[in-house]
């Protein structure tokens, strides 16, 4: 080897290893910028959100009042912070922002107002912030509240349910902040007649206590409902109303009480209906479809008691509605006394067509060279045979 080729030999290792410490020191810059930036993050920069106090409780309040509370929103970061949404969890809750953009180490104010009117008891309301804070995107607010009502009837519903010919009794007692001044009347009652309404009071300790008794026997099977008025004497709310529902319930139990198709699927266009009886002599002498494209046949189940009803779906609908015109009755004609026919409904429901629609030869035109699953191209299409 010559002196002269030693020499270049020696220049190029001594450039390889120049580049190479230069890179090395280029991508060491890069992963110290990278990691100060993650660590900046993390330190606060950028638009961080406070809420000082996100919980208020209003306490006990009175039905009907509405009550206010304003919340203090502090931004600890290093740029603006931008409230850009505020919702409530119910529409009784209103709120209000002061401003929509704080500036660092700045506060702002959002005012909540909770209207009270038609409830009672424990309740509890959110209010969310929607901002441009990456780690706090959502900050939720909360209010609470103990309701006490001025006058209401508990329970607010009376349901009555009993069998046929048995007799049923249910008290509705008048509660609230003002229900010691009340001196209650009836008034006009709507619906079903066979319910018997009268007051009623009842004694604890020395505290008298009034109320509305609900009387009810079940000469029919079938249900009902209806309101009675009740007037209070008390000025601020002279007048209630109270709703009854009534069940009479007879021999026959049917399960499901309606029957609920799927034109998509097999398996959703047959269905089947049970019907057991408290009678040991139960017999199903047909099932008739009054109404809708549908299919019935009575038969014995394999074990247990009773009978099965298969019904079947039997055609399709309009192609422009297509589950338009699929509804219908079926008609349940049994030796039971007390019902020996009954109606089940039929109803078609349209579930969510989950298959995706295989794209158009357009789309496949438009897009040849897209990626397959695995990351790599379609392969090439086949050259046309010659002619």
Same mark, same amino acid.
Request: some cysteine; overall charge positive; aromatic content about 4%.
């Given at each position: 080897? !010559?002196?002269?080729?030693?020499?270049?030999?020696?220049?190029?290792?001594?450039?390889?290893?120049?580049?190479?410490?230069?890179?090395?020191?280029?991508?060491?810059?890069?992963?110290?910028?990278?990691?100060?930036?993650?660590?900046?993050?993390?330190? =606060?920069?950028?638009?961080?959100?406070? %809420?000082?106090?996100?919980?208020?409780?209003?306490?006990?309040?009175?039905?009907?009042?509405?009550?206010?509370? !304003?919340?203090?929103?502090?931004?600890?970061?290093?740029?603006?912070?931008?409230?850009?949404?505020?919702?409530?969890?119910?529409?009784?809750? &209103?709120?209000?922002?002061?401003?929509?953009?704080?500036?660092?180490?700045?506060?702002?104010?959002?005012?909540?107002?909770?209207?009270?009117?038609?409830?009672?008891?424990?309740?509890?309301?959110?209010?969310?912030?929607?901002?441009?804070?990456?780690?706090? #995107?959502? $900050?939720? %607010?909360?209010?609470? &509240?103990?309701?006490? /009502?001025?006058?209401?009837?508990? #329970?607010?519903?009376?349901?009555?349910?009993?069998?046929?010919?048995?007799? /049923?009794?249910?008290?509705?007692?008048?509660?609230?902040?003002?229900?010691?001044?009340?001196?209650?009347?009836? =008034?006009?009652?709507? =619906?079903?007649?066979?319910?018997?309404? $009268?007051?009623?009071?009842?004694?604890?300790?020395?505290?008298?206590?009034?109320?509305?008794?609900?009387?009810?026997?079940?000469?029919?099977?079938?249900?009902?409902?209806?309101?009675?008025?009740?007037?209070?004497?008390?000025?601020?709310?002279?007048?209630?109303?109270?709703?009854?529902?009534?069940?009479?319930?007879?021999?026959?139990?049917?399960?499901?009480?309606?029957?609920?198709?799927? !034109?998509?699927?097999? /398996?959703?266009?047959?269905?089947?209906?049970?019907?057991?009886?408290?009678?040991?002599?139960?017999?199903?002498?047909?099932?008739?479809?009054?109404?809708?494209?549908?299919? &019935?046949?009575?038969?014995?189940?394999?074990?247990?008691?009773?009978?099965?009803?298969?019904?079947?779906?039997?055609?399709?609908?309009?192609?422009?509605?297509?589950?338009?015109?699929?509804?219908?009755? %079926?008609?349940?004609?049994?030796?039971?006394?007390?019902?020996?026919?009954?109606?089940?409904?039929?109803?078609?429901?349209?579930?969510?067509?989950?298959?995706?629609?295989?794209?158009?030869?357009?789309?496949?035109?438009?897009?040849?060279?897209?990626?397959?699953?695995?990351?790599?191209?379609?392969?090439?299409?086949? &050259?046309?045979? $010659?002619?």
């Amino acid at each position: 080897m !010559t002196k002269r080729n030693l020499i270049r030999k020696i220049g190029v290792v001594l450039g390889v290893s120049t580049l190479v410490l230069v890179g090395g020191c280029t991508q060491k810059k890069k992963d110290s910028a990278t990691e100060g930036a993650s660590s900046a993050e993390v330190s =606060g920069q950028g638009p961080r959100i406070e %809420l000082v106090d996100p919980v208020h409780d209003f306490g006990t309040v009175t039905e009907g009042e509405t009550v206010k509370h !304003t919340f203090v929103i502090k931004n600890t970061g290093t740029s603006p912070l931008v409230i850009e949404r505020v919702r409530s969890s119910c529409g009784c809750t &209103a709120a209000v922002t002061k401003e929509s953009e704080v500036g660092p180490g700045k506060t702002t104010e959002v005012e909540v107002s909770f209207n009270t009117r038609g409830r009672m008891g424990p309740n509890s309301k959110t209010i969310t912030l929607q901002t441009n804070d990456k780690n706090t #995107p959502s $900050a939720k %607010l909360e209010i609470k &509240a103990m309701i006490e /009502q001025l006058l209401a009837f508990q #329970p607010s519903i009376v349901r009555l349910a009993v069998g046929h010919n048995e007799e /049923q009794t249910m008290d509705a007692w008048l509660t609230g902040k003002l229900a010691k001044d009340a001196k209650l009347t009836l =008034g006009e009652v709507t =619906g079903d007649t066979g319910v018997k309404i $009268a007051l009623t009071e009842r004694k604890e300790g020395e505290e008298s206590h009034v109320g509305v008794r609900f009387t009810f026997k079940g000469t029919k099977v079938g249900r009902g409902n209806g309101t009675v008025s009740v007037k209070t004497g008390v000025e601020s709310m002279p007048e209630l109303t109270l709703r009854f529902d009534t069940t009479v319930m007879g021999n026959l139990q049917l399960r499901p009480r309606a029957l609920y198709f799927d !034109t998509q699927s097999p /398996q959703g266009k047959e269905r089947v209906l049970n019907i057991t009886s408290k009678r040991d002599d139960l017999k199903v002498t047909a099932a008739r479809v009054v109404e809708g494209p549908y299919e &019935a046949k009575v038969t014995k189940p394999e074990t247990g008691p009773g009978f099965e009803v298969h019904v079947t779906l039997k055609a399709a609908g309009d192609k422009e509605s297509p589950d338009a015109n699929l509804n219908g009755k %079926l008609e349940i004609v049994s030796n039971d006394p007390l019902e020996p026919k009954m109606e089940v409904p039929l109803h078609v429901r349209r579930m969510p067509n989950l298959i995706r629609p295989r794209p158009s030869l357009s789309m496949q035109r438009e897009f040849p060279r897209r990626l397959n699953i695995m990351g790599n191209p379609p392969e090439k299409p086949e &050259a046309p045979p $010659a002619q």
